[in-house]
Protein backbone atom coordinates (compact mmCIF):
# COMPACT_ATOMS: atom_id res chain seq x y z
CA UNK A 1 0.00 0.00 0.00
CA UNK A 2 2.61 2.45 0.98
CA UNK A 3 4.71 1.65 -2.44
CA UNK A 4 1.36 2.28 -4.15
CA UNK A 5 1.12 5.33 -2.87
CA UNK A 6 3.90 6.75 -3.18
CA UNK A 7 3.69 5.96 -6.28
CA UNK A 8 0.62 7.97 -7.25
CA UNK A 9 2.33 10.46 -5.52
CA UNK A 10 5.11 10.72 -8.17
CA UNK A 11 2.50 10.71 -10.95
CA UNK A 12 0.61 13.69 -9.58
CA UNK A 13 3.96 15.12 -9.18
CA UNK A 14 6.20 14.58 -11.89
CA UNK A 15 4.37 16.65 -14.83
CA UNK A 16 7.78 18.06 -15.87
CA UNK A 17 10.89 16.81 -17.85
CA UNK A 18 14.45 18.14 -18.78
CA UNK A 19 15.34 17.58 -23.27
CA UNK A 20 18.69 16.75 -23.18
CA UNK A 21 19.26 17.79 -26.51
CA UNK A 22 21.90 17.79 -29.15
CA UNK A 23 21.68 21.45 -30.41
CA UNK A 24 20.67 24.03 -28.19
CA UNK A 25 19.50 26.11 -31.37
CA UNK A 26 17.46 23.96 -32.89
CA UNK A 27 15.48 23.20 -30.25
CA UNK A 28 15.70 25.83 -27.21
CA UNK A 29 17.63 28.56 -29.40
CA UNK A 30 14.61 31.55 -28.06
CA UNK A 31 17.19 31.87 -24.94
CA UNK A 32 20.00 32.92 -26.79
CA UNK A 33 20.95 36.15 -28.25
CA UNK A 34 20.23 35.66 -32.57
CA UNK A 35 19.68 32.48 -31.48
CA UNK A 36 22.96 31.03 -31.16
CA UNK A 37 24.39 29.37 -27.26
CA UNK A 38 27.33 31.53 -26.70
CA UNK A 39 29.89 28.67 -25.71
CA UNK A 40 30.76 25.13 -27.52
CA UNK A 41 32.24 22.85 -25.54
CA UNK A 42 33.58 19.18 -26.48
CA UNK A 43 32.96 16.57 -24.44
CA UNK A 44 30.29 13.71 -23.58
CA UNK A 45 30.02 15.05 -19.94
CA UNK A 46 28.82 18.38 -21.34
CA UNK A 47 24.78 18.37 -21.28
CA UNK A 48 22.29 20.61 -23.05
CA UNK A 49 19.15 20.84 -21.46
CA UNK A 50 15.76 22.57 -22.66
CA UNK A 51 14.56 22.67 -18.91
CA UNK A 52 10.55 21.91 -19.81
CA UNK A 53 7.69 21.96 -17.46
CA UNK A 54 4.19 20.97 -18.16
CA UNK A 55 5.26 20.58 -22.15
CA UNK A 56 6.60 24.19 -22.29
CA UNK A 57 10.44 25.10 -22.76
CA UNK A 58 10.79 27.91 -19.76
CA UNK A 59 15.03 28.03 -20.15
CA UNK A 60 18.26 26.41 -21.28
CA UNK A 61 21.04 25.06 -19.73
CA UNK A 62 24.59 23.76 -20.04
CA UNK A 63 25.44 20.75 -17.44
CA UNK A 64 28.50 19.47 -16.48
CA UNK A 65 28.26 16.08 -15.68
CA UNK A 66 31.68 15.41 -14.50
CA UNK A 67 31.91 17.99 -11.88
CA UNK A 68 27.46 17.91 -11.42
CA UNK A 69 27.25 21.84 -11.83
CA UNK A 70 25.94 23.82 -14.57
CA UNK A 71 27.89 26.14 -16.86
CA UNK A 72 25.26 28.73 -17.32
CA UNK A 73 21.36 28.71 -17.57
CA UNK A 74 20.09 31.03 -20.01
CA UNK A 75 16.45 32.61 -19.91
CA UNK A 76 14.63 35.58 -21.05
CA UNK A 77 14.02 38.25 -18.31
CA UNK A 78 10.11 40.07 -18.64
CA UNK A 79 10.12 41.73 -15.29
CA UNK A 80 9.80 40.47 -12.13
CA UNK A 81 6.28 38.51 -11.83
CA UNK A 82 6.09 37.84 -7.96
CA UNK A 83 6.36 33.93 -8.53
CA UNK A 84 6.20 32.13 -5.40
CA UNK A 85 9.40 29.40 -4.34
CA UNK A 86 8.68 25.69 -4.94
CA UNK A 87 11.22 24.62 -2.17
CA UNK A 88 11.01 21.08 -3.43
CA UNK A 89 13.83 20.03 -5.62
CA UNK A 90 13.44 17.83 -9.13
CA UNK A 91 16.22 15.17 -9.89
CA UNK A 92 16.71 14.44 -13.88
CA UNK A 93 17.06 10.48 -13.74
CA UNK A 94 17.95 10.75 -17.50
CA UNK A 95 21.17 12.45 -16.63
CA UNK A 96 22.12 9.11 -14.73
CA UNK A 97 20.71 6.43 -17.25
CA UNK A 98 20.33 6.28 -20.61
CA UNK A 99 17.66 4.42 -20.56
CA UNK A 100 15.07 6.82 -19.57
CA UNK A 101 12.83 7.75 -22.29
CA UNK A 102 10.32 9.61 -20.25
CA UNK A 103 12.85 11.97 -19.66
CA UNK A 104 10.77 13.15 -16.44
CA UNK A 105 11.94 15.59 -13.78
CA UNK A 106 11.17 13.73 -10.47
CA UNK A 107 10.91 15.33 -6.67
CA UNK A 108 13.80 13.80 -5.33
CA UNK A 109 12.05 12.90 -1.72
CA UNK A 110 9.29 11.08 -4.05
CA UNK A 111 11.89 8.31 -5.47
CA UNK A 112 14.26 5.60 -5.00
CA UNK A 113 17.37 7.81 -5.43
CA UNK A 114 19.43 4.04 -6.07
CA UNK A 115 22.18 4.65 -8.92
CA UNK A 116 21.01 8.11 -9.31
CA UNK A 117 23.69 10.91 -8.45
CA UNK A 118 26.51 9.81 -10.73
CA UNK A 119 25.89 12.69 -13.01
CA UNK A 120 23.83 15.08 -11.25
CA UNK A 121 24.11 16.91 -7.86
CA UNK A 122 21.63 15.37 -4.99
CA UNK A 123 20.11 17.06 -2.00
CA UNK A 124 22.76 14.76 -0.26
CA UNK A 125 25.95 17.16 -1.69
CA UNK A 126 24.72 20.10 0.00
CA UNK A 127 23.51 18.57 3.17
CA UNK A 128 26.08 20.40 5.67
CA UNK A 129 27.96 21.65 3.13
CA UNK A 130 28.04 25.12 4.46
CA UNK A 131 26.88 25.66 1.04
CA UNK A 132 23.12 26.56 -0.49
CA UNK A 133 21.93 25.68 -3.95
CA UNK A 134 21.48 29.41 -6.26
CA UNK A 135 19.90 29.67 -8.86
CA UNK A 136 21.42 30.31 -11.89
CA UNK A 137 18.19 31.06 -13.78
CA UNK A 138 16.54 32.42 -10.74
CA UNK A 139 12.76 31.83 -9.53
CA UNK A 140 12.08 35.53 -8.93
CA UNK A 141 13.24 36.39 -12.92
CA UNK A 142 10.90 33.45 -13.95
CA UNK A 143 7.82 34.92 -16.31
CA UNK A 144 5.34 32.12 -14.56
CA UNK A 145 4.82 30.70 -11.73
CA UNK A 146 5.56 26.99 -14.22
CA UNK A 147 8.90 28.68 -14.70
CA UNK A 148 9.33 29.50 -11.43
CA UNK A 149 8.82 25.69 -10.83
CA UNK A 150 10.86 24.18 -13.05
CA UNK A 151 13.80 26.40 -12.13
CA UNK A 152 14.33 24.22 -9.00
CA UNK A 153 16.51 21.43 -10.34
CA UNK A 154 20.13 20.67 -9.63
CA UNK A 155 21.31 21.72 -13.18
CA UNK A 156 20.19 24.70 -12.73
CA UNK A 157 21.94 25.38 -9.34
CA UNK A 158 25.65 25.52 -7.94
CA UNK A 159 27.52 25.78 -4.55
CA UNK A 160 26.53 29.44 -3.33
CA UNK A 161 27.22 30.86 0.38
CA UNK A 162 24.13 31.39 1.91
CA UNK A 163 24.30 34.75 2.81
CA UNK A 164 25.28 35.83 -0.62
CA UNK A 165 22.15 33.36 -2.52
CA UNK A 166 19.99 34.99 0.23
CA UNK A 167 21.06 38.32 0.17
CA UNK A 168 22.30 39.98 -2.73
CA UNK A 169 21.52 37.35 -5.23
CA UNK A 170 18.27 37.38 -4.15
Not at 96 to 113: C, G, L, Q, S
Request: charged fraction near 20%.
Amino acid sequence: MSLLLHLLMLSLLSAGSAKVVDDFEKSCGQFFANGKSPTKFTGDHYKQICQTLDNAVHFATLYDTYNKIPVYSAYVFEGLMGCTRLNSWYIEPQLDDDNNAEENMEFETFVDIGELGENQALNKDYYRSGFDRGHLAPVYHANSQECADATFTPTNAAPQNHSFNRVEWR
